[in-house]
């Protein structure tokens, strides 16, 4: 099968965010799904490994910021390619809270929702949670950012580089070796070994 078949699927990028015992954090998801309107429910799924996956876990709340065209890859970094467990993702940065007392982002983006945790399915690597969405707004009228225009407009393109082994097609983190190993965990953007590529 050619993997690249699964690129064609259109997605989103949000900021998923939870908080626990005073404390907040935020990372990068794309697979935020409407999955009924009447009850308002979506699904969304989370690498296991991610701090913000164990908080949602725990406390069965989240909110979800529809990032938009104008989002920065500076943002993008913040809540994707770096740890909650050992930063502080909201530190200096503009947030706002719901009423849940969850924080949502307003800027670069343009819809927040609320939702409360119905049901956990173990999906492997990920966590797929289905939600009752119990509160939102529009906050912008900006374009919603896709994943593709993600990739087209926004992530940097990857440099000329010496370095031979292989190179994630998600945040161009490269794994100098001969063989990858077929578990291997991408150590900034947590993606798998099917989501790299060999540099010659």
């Not at 945790?117 to 919603?144: I, M, N, R, Y």
């Not at 291997?184 to 010659?200: N, R, T, V, W, Y």
Request: a negative charge; proline letters at 4%.
């Amino acid at each position: 099968m050619n993997d690249k078949a699964m690129f064609k699927i259109g997605y989103g990028l949000y900021i998923l965010t939870a908080s626990e015992n005073g404390r907040d954090n935020g990372c990068i998801v794309n697979t935020l799904v409407q999955v009924t309107s009447s009850p308002n429910r979506v699904t969304i799924a989370v690498n296991k490994a991610n701090y913000t996956a164990e908080m949602i876990s725990r406390t069965k709340a989240f909110n979800v910021s529809m990032l938009t065209v104008n989002a920065k890859m500076e943002t993008i970094e913040r809540f994707g390619f770096q740890s909650g467990r050992t930063a502080d993702k909201f530190e200096n940065f503009p947030f706002a809270r719901a009423a849940n007392g969850i924080p949502y982002v307003r800027r670069e983006c343009n819809a927040y929702l609320c939702c409360n945790v119905l049901t956990v399915t173990d999906l492997g690597t990920h966590l797929l949670f289905l939600a009752e969405v119990v509160d939102g707004d529009v906050t912008g009228e900006d374009e919603s950012l896709t994943y593709a225009y993600y990739h087209a407009n926004i992530k940097p393109k990857p440099q000329a580089q010496a370095k031979k082994g292989w190179r994630c097609t998600i945040c161009n983190y490269v794994y100098e070796g001969e063989e990858l190993p077929p578990d291997f965990i991408c150590p900034i953007c947590k993606h798998g070994a099917s989501d790299f590529e060999l540099q010659e």
